[in-house]
Antibody, heavy 120, light 110 residues
C-alpha cells in the first residue's frame, strides 16, 4: 500500500525558513517523480514544485522560484521541500504527491498534508 | 487567477448527470493530457481521471472525462450524495514547465 507521510509544518515568522519532509513507502521511490502541492485556507490547489525520479530535474512554480528547493533522498525514501524567505501568502496545507512516472504525469497518490502558517 | 478555468460551482439532484468544464490554452490542455482530482470535505485530493479519460482502479464508471482542443470536461452520471465536494482539472504546461490547476468546482448534490 502506497503511503506518504508529511512532516515539518508549523508556525514560522515572515522571512523565516522551514523544511518539510515526506516519508514514502509501499512503492519503489526511486522510480517515480514526486511533487509538492499546496492549498491555502479555503482556496484551491496550487502546484508548488516537482522533481524527477533521479533528482536530476527540478521544477518550480513562479510564486516560489528562488525561495523553495525540492530534493529527494532515495536511500531514505524521503522527499523534502526547503522553504526560505517565507511570506504570509505561503500559508497553506502542503501535500506531498507521487506521480505515475514523470513530473508531468498525474498525481496518483497524495499524503494527508502538513500545515504551514506564516505569521508574526 | 488560475491558468485553467473552471466554473466555481455545479449542482444536481441524485441520479442526474452533471458536467464540469475546464478551459485552457495551447501550452497546457491543447498539448498535454488532462487529469481530474476529487477532494471530498476534510480530505486530501484524490486522482479521479487521468490522461483525459482513464479511470484509476476503484473509481466508479459513473465518472468520465474528455478533451477536445483546449478544453476538457468531467461528467458524472447517476449523481450520488457522496459525490459532493470539490473537483479540479490539471495539466502540464509546457510554457511554464509546471503543473497548472483549475480554480476548482464545488459540486453540490441537492
Amino acid at each position: 500500500e502506497v503511503q506518504l507521510l508529511e512532516s515539518g509544518g508549523g508556525l514560522v515568522q515572515p522571512g523565516g525558513s522551514l523544511r518539510l519532509s515526506c516519508a514514502a513507502s509501499g512503492f519503489t521511490f526511486s522510480s517515480y517523480a514526486m511533487s509538492w502541492v499546496r492549498q491555502a485556507p479555503g482556496k484551491g490547489l496550487e502546484w508548488v514544485s516537482g522533481i524527477s525520479s533521479n533528482g536530476g530535474s527540478t521544477y518550480y512554480a513562479d510564486s516560489v522560484k528562488g525561495r523553495f528547493t525540492i530534493s529527494r533522498d532515495s536511500s531514505k525514501n524521503t522527499l523534502h521541500l526547503q522553504m526560505n524567505s517565507l511570506r504570509a501568502e505561503d500559508t497553506a496545507v502542503y501535500y506531498c504527491a507521487k506521480t505515475n512516472k514523470y513530473t508531468s504525469g498525474p498525481l496518483d497518490y497524495w499524503g494527508q498534508g502538513t500545515l504551514v502558517t506564516v505569521s508574526s | 487567477q488560475s491558468v485553467l478555468t473552471q466554473p466555481p460551482s455545479a449542482s444536481g439532484t441524485p441520479g442526474q448527470r452533471v458536467s464540469i468544464s475546464c478551459s485552457g490554452s495551447g501550452s497546457n490542455i491543447g498539448s498535454n493530457p488532462v487529469n481530474w482530482y476529487q477532494q471530498l470535505p476534510g480530505t486530501a485530493p484524490k486522482l479521479l481521471i487521468y490522461s483525459d479519460n482513464q479511470r484509476p482502479s476503484g473509481v466508479p464508471d459513473r465518472f468520465s472525462g474528455s478533451r477536445a482542443g483546449t478544453s476538457a470536461s468531467l461528467a458524472i452520471n447517476g449523481l450520488q450524495s457522496e459525490d459532493e465536494g470539490d473537483y479540479y482539472c490539471a495539466a502540464w504546461d509546457a510554457s511554464l514547465s509546471g503543473v497548472v490547476f483549475g480554480g476548482g468546482t464545488k459540486l453540490t448534490v441537492l
